[in-house]
């Protein structure tokens, strides 16, 4: 049984930081690509940042490009976000999961999630 789980959310004035810690069981984390996803109030979840089994590779979503870093401790079975100059649209739960189609797609799947840790930015 797959079971993820998210902390690390808080809320922070814009231009604070914020570390997001997700740790995954039951699923093979050293040979699965690994994501962040965002869930605003009343909108879809979308990719925020991807990245590859070994870490080689990343991908960031336009609006967090240069502010955020996706990092993985494969020992730990553990991903992280490092979140910096945080901005009110940054605001929702985030989420830990394999993504559809690969780390360079970053699409949620339909599946594996976690309860999620919110983030709430306030201007």
């Known amino acids: 049984q797959v079971k993820v789980v998210e902390s690390g959310g808080d809320s922070v004035q814009a231009g604070g930081s914020l570390r997001l810690s997700c740790t995954a069981s039951?699923?093979?984390?050293?040979?699965?690509?690994m994501g962040w996803f965002r869930q605003a109030p009343g909108k879809e979840r979308n990719g925020v940042s991807c990245i590859d089994t070994w870490g080689d590779n990343t991908y960031y979503s336009d609006s967090v490009k240069g502010r955020f870093t996706i990092s993985r401790d494969n020992a730990k079975s553990t991903l992280y976000l490092e979140m910096k100059s945080l901005k009110p649209e940054d605001t929702g739960m985030y989420f830990c999961a394999r993504p559809r189609a690969g780390w360079s797609a970053c699409l949620p799947a339909s599946n594996d999630w976690g309860q999620g840790t919110q983030v709430t930015v306030s201007a």
């Open positions: 039951g699923l093979p984390f050293n040979h699965s690509d």
